[in-house]
């Protein structure tokens, strides 16, 4: 864009010296509302500088004003000069687009449309000179900023090959689930009346991210057939397998579910797995073998009856309400244990629908 003005700069300019006085601000709070060069509000008022976008934005902020009121009133062009070229037709959609992110309220909204505008931008730079790599890279970008958004996490992603049992042959799969208090939280925020309610939240918030990212498929784990999450989770390096047959995750513990899975066409750009050792090869006690009360945990594996009967009798209350006492013995990340509404929705939900 060229550093010459025209009348619609000298429109801003003079909707600007209006507001400022309107407001009682200073041409040195501006300069600091923009984090700008001493001197910079002054020439935007003088006509002796273009004003940016980025610029007018800030200054809408810092007068309290929407941006659109800069152009309120600006004068049709003179008949040489229509703006008809792309330049200017691209200018006011870009002039629209901010008025409208300007009314977004919630923050992490507006950081999130933010950031997806700027990864696209990126990508298509990256496509036009022929780097792929760039595209694979802020789609796995993109999918973590989106899911973390709905409360969710995004617990780690590995290439599919024959035999990991991932349907429709995908080429990069990223599994997403729960990691202390988000997803309760905004699970209870926009709770909806469900014989299963979190797998409906679940299904709901995630065809939302499929679909804004361009997935291949949306994969569930409380969908038949059942698919194989914890052989995913081990390939994506995201748990290893513990005693009494949860994954266990070095930081979260036993404390990390598993709620979905993306499915990409795309083989992805995958950041190197961390190597961790499993924290229950080092423990010698092993104290989660032995809180069960009732043994429902023995050397053939998990008796889910024997649990469940002991869940619904009158003694099995502590159980239900703190939740399940071998969980609870393990040290691991004892931090990121659910909160007791949590413990006892999930505890009741595994008594009508042990899986």
């Known amino acids: 864009m060229s550093n010459k003005t025209n009348y619609i700069d000298r429109h801003i300019a003079e909707r600007l010296r209006r507001r400022r006085r309107e407001q009682g ?50 004068p049709k062009p003179p008949p040489e000069k229509k703006l008809l070229s792309l330049k200017s037709s691209v200018y006011s959609r870009v002039v629209e687009f901010v008025k409208y992110y300007d009314r977004i309220v919630e923050g992490h909204l507006r950081k999130l449309i933010f950031d997806l505008v700027k990864d696209i931008a990126k990508s298509d730079m990256n496509m036009k000179a022929g780097k792929l790599t760039g595209r694979r890279k802020i789609l796995l970008e993109n999918a973590v900023t989106a ?156 008796d889910k009856n024997i649990c469940i009967d002991y869940l619904a009798a009158p003694d099995g209350g502590e159980c239900l309400s703190s939740g399940c006492l071998s969980r609870l013995a393990c040290p691991v990340g004892l931090e990121y244990r659910h909160s007791p509404s949590q413990t006892r929705f999930h505890m009741e939900a595994f008594m009508n629908n042990p899986v």
């Open 147 to 302: 899911v973390a958004a709905t409360g969710l996490v995004c617990v780690g992603a590995f290439h599919p090959r024959k035999g990991d049992g991932v349907p429709g042959g995908a080429n990069t799969l990223v599994l997403i689930g729960s990691a202390g208090p988000g997803m309760w939280k905004a699970f209870n925020a926009k709770r909806e009346n469900d014989p299963n309610p979190l797998d409906a939240w679940t299904r709901r918030v995630l065809n939302k991210v499929a679909g804004d990212l361009g997935a291949k498929a949306l994969l569930l784990p409380f969908e038949k057939p059942y698919l194989p999450f914890a052989q995913w989770a081990e390939l994506a390096g995201a748990g290893r397998p513990s005693p009494i047959g949860i994954l266990i995750h070095p930081m979260f513990g036993l404390w990390r579910a598993y709620r979905g899975a993306l499915a990409f066409e795309e083989k992805l750009d995958l950041p190197p797995q961390a190597a961790w050792l499993n924290p229950c090869e080092s423990c010698k006690d092993k104290p989660c073998l032995s809180a069960c009360p009732v043994d429902a945990l023995n050397a053939t594996g998990f």
């Open 25 to 74: 601000v200073s041409l040195d709070d501006l300069d600091k509302a923009m984090d700008s060069t001493p001197g910079t509000a002054f020439r935007f008022e003088n006509v002796k500088q273009r004003i940016k976008i980025s610029h007018l934005y800030c200054l809408s902020q810092a007068m309290d004003t929407d941006i659109s009121y800069f152009f309120e009133g600006l």
